[in-house]
């Protein structure tokens, strides 16, 4: 039987005490600890490097063409000024 070969992942590991994210491309150490609030508690999300079918359709379904000197639509200077504020 053909060995199969895993997709390569990063795995994030999130502090639940402080937020602060480490990010392990190999296995994750058994003994982690948080480099910003010492705590040892973490959510752990793992991530595919390797895109997919579906993460390659969700990409093209969800692009934006921009080219240099276009405008944004239905974007008023108003609206930019806005976003600028504090």
């Known amino acids: ?12 590991m999130i502090c639940l005490t402080c937020g602060a994210e480490q990010f392990f491309h190999a296995d ?9 609030c010492g705590s040892t508690v973490f959510r752990t999300f793992s991530t595919p490097t390797k895109p997919d079918e579906v993460t390659e359709s969700q ?11 276009d405008v944004s639509p239905d974007t008023t200077r108003t609206e930019l000024r806005e976003l600028n504020e504090p």
């Open 59 to 69: 990409l093209e379904e969800t692009a934006r063409s921009a080219a240099l000197g």
């Open 28 to 36: 994750v150490p058994s003994s982690l600890k948080c480099q910003t």
């Open 1 to 12: 039987m053909a060995k199969h070969k895993e997709t390569p992942v990063v795995n994030t």
